[in-house]
């Protein structure tokens, strides 16, 4: 994926979480695009972090840590903190059947992110 800090004038389209969508990487190509099948697109770069309050993070000493000074739409989503920094182009394929899928490209990890979008790797290097 490629950060983007604004939103530029001609940009791929700005997606959300929804069913059938996924965000697509294959771990061999560092950024290019994954597959024959994958489109760009456009999302919100939300910053996630596992704590419902930032004060709560042992590094601010009790403080905010200028939490609130740094993006927008501020928020305590699922028991996480949440804001969003900016845009985000990533690539994106739309699935319909991940075992079709899998059975085209082998090896996949499926999971989702802390925006909520569903994330498909096409495992084909060792990246640990």
């Known amino acids: 994926m490629t950060m983007d800090k604004e939103a530029p004038g ?4 700005l997606v959300t979480p929804r069913a059938g ?6 771990t061999s190509a560092y950024g290019e695009k994954p597959c024959d099948e994958a489109f760009k697109v456009l999302r ?8 419902d309050d930032p004060r709560k ?15 927008t739409n ?10 969003d920094v900016g845009y985000e182009t990533a690539w994106a394929v739309e699935i319909a059947d991940v075992q079709a899928f ?3 490209h082998g090896l996949c990890v499926v999971g989702r992110d802390g925006s909520g979008f ?3 790797e096409i495992y084909d290097d060792y990246r640990e």
């Open 102 to 104: 899998v059975d085209k």
């Open 57 to 71: 993070i042992p590094a601010h000493n009790g403080t905010d840590g200028g939490w609130y000074d740094k993006g």
């Open 44 to 51: 919100v770069d939300t910053d996630v972090r596992n704590t």
């Open 118 to 120: 569903c994330e498909i």
């Open 10 to 13: 001609n940009t791929p389209p």
């Open 74 to 83: 501020h928020r305590v989503e699922g028991g996480r903190i949440m804001r």
């Open 21 to 26: 969508l996924y965000i697509c990487e294959r």
